[in-house]
């Protein structure tokens, strides 16, 4: 039986896929023959803090007129059984969405992080998140403009916190 594996995040990136082991003991299994699609009507808001992440990951909203991109995988349902250890070691939650690819769309299943009812401000968004998002994305070949505005993201992020910390503003922004 196949599943329809959809990944838009962090586990975008090779490096974090290979570090799965480490956090849920299991291998995350080899994704081979991708393809390019997305969310259709779907953003990211960084509202969910993670300990495994030290910061706010982003969890998966509807936006009338966004695109959310990310790959397609046709995985076999024990590769499945793997990803889904792995997904939720890293504090993703199953979602089932449908995904635009080469003109057609599909079901699939994708991980993401749920709102948290105890939303502390305070938490900084995690920097290690949105650079390990825009590096497989940009592995993974999806659109320049989404990549270069996921690497702009990264490193406006990075300055705005960096800044904070050097001048004793965090908590207090």
């Not at 969310?39 to 009338?64: D, Q």
């Not at 299943?109 to 590096?135: F, G, H, R, W």
Request: glycine share 8%.
């Amino acid at each position: 039986m196949e599943a329809h594996y959809f990944v838009f995040g962090a586990t975008l990136s090779r490096a974090i896929r290979s570090k799965c082991r480490a956090a849920s003991g299991v291998r995350f299994p080899e994704l081979r023959g991708g393809k390019v699609g997305a969310i259709v009507g779907a953003t990211l808001i960084y509202s969910a803090p993670s300990t495994f992440w030290e910061g706010k990951v982003p969890v998966l909203l509807a936006a009338a007129k966004s695109d959310l991109y990310g790959v397609l995988y046709v995985l076999t349902a024990d590769e499945m059984k793997h990803v889904d250890a792995c997904e939720r070691a890293l504090g993703g939650v199953p979602l089932v969405v449908t995904i635009r690819c080469n003109g057609s769309t599909v079901s699939a299943t994708t991980y993401a992080a749920q709102v948290s009812e105890n939303l502390n401000d305070d938490i900084a968004v995690s920097e290690k998140y949105v650079a390990a998002m825009a590096q497989g994305a940009r592995e993974c070949n999806l659109p320049a403009g989404y990549v270069e505005a996921l690497e702009a993201e990264s490193m406006l992020l990075d300055r705005i916190q960096r800044f904070g910390r050097e001048n004793n503003l965090l908590g207090e922004l």
